[in-house]
């Protein structure tokens, strides 16, 4: 069986765009266009949208998705490499949770520095911001 763009964008639950965006970008192969001029996906084309969709809300890159991608039909590759990479992007989000961790408190101090008050010339958060 196989659908039309429409149908998969509605069974993934993404936008025809995001489809054609993806293709683009090389994580789903662009269908050929038969005589009547539709391109026909194959059925599990949802499914593989849905995965992407997923490891992006789970802060995977493009690229990075494309290697899960591979690494799904890599016979030559194992439980643990997927598991290395999952291991190495919890790392990178722990990194960036420790900036996001100094940028608020940075933000709180100068915030609690300034009045509120008075004209912008003599605002704390916008003198700290220029030093």
Known sequence: MSLKIGEV????G???ETIRFYERKGLIE???RPMS????YEADMPRRIRFIRQAQELGFSLREIRELLELRVDPNVSCADVRARAIA???EVDE???RLSRMRATLGEITRSCA???PTSGCAILVALDE
Do not use: N, S
Not at 9 to 12: D, F, G, Q, R, S
């Open 37 to 40: 001029g539709f391109r026909q």
């Open 9 to 12: 964008a509605e069974e993934a």
């Open 96 to 98: 960036k949770l420790g």
């Open 116 to 118: 509120g008050e008075g």
């Open 89 to 91: 992007k919890i790392a």
């Open 30 to 32: 662009r269908p050929h």
């Open 14 to 16: 993404v936008g025809v």
